[in-house]
């Protein structure tokens, strides 16, 4: 969220203490806007006193011809940058969101969303909103198809295609958004905290560019449909149209939480480095990172101790992650010759339950039906105990594995 620059850090702490206040002064003057809104009904002079009181509160809105805006159209689509789109968008034309996420109540009416009941399915959704599209009376929709929010400067990620199975003409709505000294939107912040940096900083600039409007053509798929949809606004907003879900945005912010969580995580940039020859790769490695791949390598062979040392290393300079070498070794993507147990004496000798869940490990994997076991029954309820703990730990590295 803040600056990498040194001038505008600098510039961001020496202007904390006046946006502080203007974040107190502010909340008090956002509650008064909230109830203005709720008490006027929607009509042009209540957006135009709307808008007003917003720009006290640091949000302009500009628009480039509202000419262009089709009144016969019932569906916008925009691209998604931030948590309040739609509200800043209703400060020019009357419009409704429907809410996908969260239950239904006050904070979703307070958003400003459309509540249509707990739909079951998309298809539910979907008949729900053309239905509503075709009562007369009702104010246009708009959605969000990219079902997610981007920063908005580098590309826009797959649009949905059920937002064009609702009417066969839409209207797109580019969408920018500008503020200064920190970033406009990050990942996985709560419409709370986007709220509050909004009251924090100097103002927040949305330009709004309404686009010609968009007719379906004759037996085009809803997919084709919201492609072409995709590219026009990718073109107008300067960005690349990728292919890239809400769903792939989900996973990789799981992976990240994922990774920071692990105790032996990588580093970024040793995670995030392709795949090079190993020739290219031994050119520029510095003294510290050799340290590191052998501890690494280290832990690679307590797993898999059959493995050569030589091949778990050219492997590791190449991923420089410990899980992902053990996969490609286990699921066969690199080649080796197993080592036998006399070149392995050197080598120090892994702990009791390491043993245990590599040897557990690696029988689960040949014969995933099978369960670790001790080849002998032990004795002492002590010594069965402890085979009991170490099989369940076995156990627990192949699930998580």
Same mark, same amino acid.
């Given at each position: 969220r803040f600056p990498t620059d040194g001038f505008l850090l600098l510039a961001l702490l020496l202007y904390a203490p006046v946006g502080l206040c203007l974040l107190v002064l502010r909340l008090f003057i956002g509650v008064h806007v909230f109830l203005l809104s709720c008490a006027l009904p929607d009509s042009l002079l209540r957006r135009f006193i709307v808008r007003v009181m917003c720009s006290v509160l640091g949000l302009f809105v500009r628009q480039n011809d509202p000419r262009l805006r089709d009144g016969s159209v019932r569906v916008y689509i925009a691209n998604h940058v931030t948590h309040f789109d739609h509200n800043v968008?209703? !400060?020019?034309?009357?419009?409704n969101t429907p809410a996908l996420n969260g239950a239904p109540g006050f904070i979703c009416w307070s958003r400003g969303f459309l509540e249509l009941g707990a739909a079951g399915?998309? /298809?539910? !959704?979907?008949?729900?909103l053309r239905i509503y599209s075709s009562q007369e009376g009702n104010v246009p929709l708009l959605l969000f198809p990219e079902e997610a929010a981007t920063n908005g400067r580098v590309g826009l990620l797959r649009f949905s295609s059920w937002p064009f199975s609702i009417m066969d003409m839409v209207q797109p709505v580019a969408?920018?958004?500008q503020r200064p000294l920190i970033t406009v939107s990050v990942a996985d912040s709560s419409w709370i905290a986007e709220l509050l940096w909004t009251f924090f900083v100097p103002f927040t600039v949305y330009q709004v560019r309404w686009m010609p409007s968009v007719p379906r053509r004759a037996e085009e798929l809803s997919e084709d449909f919201a492609l072409r949809v995709q590219e026009l606004l990718a073109v107008e907003l300067g960005v690349v149209s990728t292919r890239l879900t809400a769903a792939d945005k989900a996973e990789h912010m799981k992976r990240l939480r994922h990774t920071s969580l692990l105790p032996f995580a990588p580093a970024p940039s040793l995670a995030a480095r392709p795949r090079v020859p190993s020739s290219l790769a031994g050119a520029g490695s510095s003294a510290p990172e050799d340290v590191q791949v052998t501890a690494m390598a280290q832990r690679v062979k307590e797993v898999l101790p059959h493995v050569p040392l030589e091949v778990i290393t050219t492997d590791l300079a190449q991923?420089?992650?410990v899980d992902t070498t053990i996969a490609n070794l286990l699921e066969g993507r690199v080649s080796f010759f197993p080592e036998s147990k006399e070149t392995t004496t050197d !080598?120090? /000798?892994?702990s009791t339950s390491q043993a245990a869940a590599a040897s557990a490990f690696q029988g689960s994997l040949a014969v995933p039906s099978s369960k670790p076991g001790t080849k002998h029954f032990a004795k002492s309820p002590v010594e069965r105990h402890l085979s009991l703990q170490e099989r369940k730990r076995a156990l627990y590295d192949y699930a998580r594995r």
């Amino acid at each position: 969220r803040f600056p990498t620059d040194g001038f505008l850090l600098l510039a961001l702490l020496l202007y904390a203490p006046v946006g502080l206040c203007l974040l107190v002064l502010r909340l008090f003057i956002g509650v008064h806007v909230f109830l203005l809104s709720c008490a006027l009904p929607d009509s042009l002079l209540r957006r135009f006193i709307v808008r007003v009181m917003c720009s006290v509160l640091g949000l302009f809105v500009r628009q480039n011809d509202p000419r262009l805006r089709d009144g016969s159209v019932r569906v916008y689509i925009a691209n998604h940058v931030t948590h309040f789109d739609h509200n800043v968008i209703n !400060l020019l034309t009357s419009c409704n969101t429907p809410a996908l996420n969260g239950a239904p109540g006050f904070i979703c009416w307070s958003r400003g969303f459309l509540e249509l009941g707990a739909a079951g399915s998309r /298809a539910e !959704l979907v008949d729900s909103l053309r239905i509503y599209s075709s009562q007369e009376g009702n104010v246009p929709l708009l959605l969000f198809p990219e079902e997610a929010a981007t920063n908005g400067r580098v590309g826009l990620l797959r649009f949905s295609s059920w937002p064009f199975s609702i009417m066969d003409m839409v209207q797109p709505v580019a969408l920018q958004v500008q503020r200064p000294l920190i970033t406009v939107s990050v990942a996985d912040s709560s419409w709370i905290a986007e709220l509050l940096w909004t009251f924090f900083v100097p103002f927040t600039v949305y330009q709004v560019r309404w686009m010609p409007s968009v007719p379906r053509r004759a037996e085009e798929l809803s997919e084709d449909f919201a492609l072409r949809v995709q590219e026009l606004l990718a073109v107008e907003l300067g960005v690349v149209s990728t292919r890239l879900t809400a769903a792939d945005k989900a996973e990789h912010m799981k992976r990240l939480r994922h990774t920071s969580l692990l105790p032996f995580a990588p580093a970024p940039s040793l995670a995030a480095r392709p795949r090079v020859p190993s020739s290219l790769a031994g050119a520029g490695s510095s003294a510290p990172e050799d340290v590191q791949v052998t501890a690494m390598a280290q832990r690679v062979k307590e797993v898999l101790p059959h493995v050569p040392l030589e091949v778990i290393t050219t492997d590791l300079a190449q991923t420089g992650c410990v899980d992902t070498t053990i996969a490609n070794l286990l699921e066969g993507r690199v080649s080796f010759f197993p080592e036998s147990k006399e070149t392995t004496t050197d !080598l120090p /000798a892994p702990s009791t339950s390491q043993a245990a869940a590599a040897s557990a490990f690696q029988g689960s994997l040949a014969v995933p039906s099978s369960k670790p076991g001790t080849k002998h029954f032990a004795k002492s309820p002590v010594e069965r105990h402890l085979s009991l703990q170490e099989r369940k730990r076995a156990l627990y590295d192949y699930a998580r594995r």
